[in-house]
């Protein structure tokens, strides 16, 4: 079998926010590569282009499409102003990533979103989002952790109809650095993993070629060789396979 090429998402970054456009860095954390190739995956780095056509045209080359973690979504996106607490936001990774995802699906291609890639997906397909959860009183766990990256700090519970349940069982253990997090899935899609406080850790689609959404980081534990995120790329590695 040949192996899949997998489309990674990158960011545009610069470390200086006062430096012009033409001097930042288009980026994608190792550990999403180390966590595709591990899966039998061949990463393709996608950047940021002007052009709707041009996106359009990168996803063409590939077989399934990681929307990787990164800032904020701009909250109008989903019809709200900022609160205090919403972050930096990317307008080149917002276009990036919503031009990608409608053409990932109209090409019926896999597509796994991890963290901010998830509320992509979901604010894409219409769904909306907690702008920040330390607002929300019913939020009582941690989930922005202090701890190495590798190290899960919370646990999830997933839910029998999860294609995540073959793979994880009913509970798995994951890192997690978010202050946002899914409010209501968009129409189409199933909530496959819940915290214990009730914060959505994964969404699904409920028919067509496989759109996966993760809030935690399985690339950091997979990279570290986790054995559970490591069934998570491979899972979607499968999936992109032809
Ligand atoms: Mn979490």
């Not at 997906?121 to 769904?127: D, K, L, M, Q, S």
């Amino acid at each position: 079998m040949s192996h899949p090429v997998i489309g990674l998402i990158s960011s545009l970054n610069s470390s200086d926010p006062n430096l012009q456009t033409i001097k930042k860095v288009v980026s994608v954390n190792h550990s999403y590569v180390l966590s595709v190739l591990g899966a039998g995956g061949l990463p393709l780095i996608l950047p940021p282009a002007e052009q709707d056509r041009t996106i359009v045209e990168m996803v063409r080359k590939v077989d399934g499409l990681l929307i990787t973690g990164g800032t904020d979504l701009r909250s109008q996106l989903y019809g709200e102003e900022p609160c205090w607490n919403q972050g930096p936001f990317s307008p080149e990774r917002d276009h990036l990533d919503f031009v990608s995802i409608r053409a990932a699906y109209e090409q019926k291609k896999p597509i796994f979103g991890i963290c901010r890639g998830m509320q992509a997906i979901n604010v894409y397909f219409g769904g909306t989002l907690y702008q920040d959860l330390l607002q929300e009183k019913s939020c009582t766990v941690k989930h922005a952790q202090d701890s190495e990256a590798s190290c899960w700090s919370h646990t999830v519970n997933i839910s029998q109809n999860s294609v995540l349940y073959p793979l994880l069982g009913k509970s798995a253990k994951v890192n997690s650095f978010h202050h946002q997090a899914v409010k209501k899935a968009a129409d189409g899609f199933t909530v496959g993993a819940v915290a214990k406080d009730g914060v959505v850790e994964s969404i699904e689609n409920d028919r067509g070629p496989l759109i996966l959404g993760v809030q935690w980081h399985p690339e950091l534990m997979a990279a570290c060789g986790d054995p559970a995120m490591k069934k998570v790329f491979n899972f979607f590695i499968r999936s992109c396979g032809k």
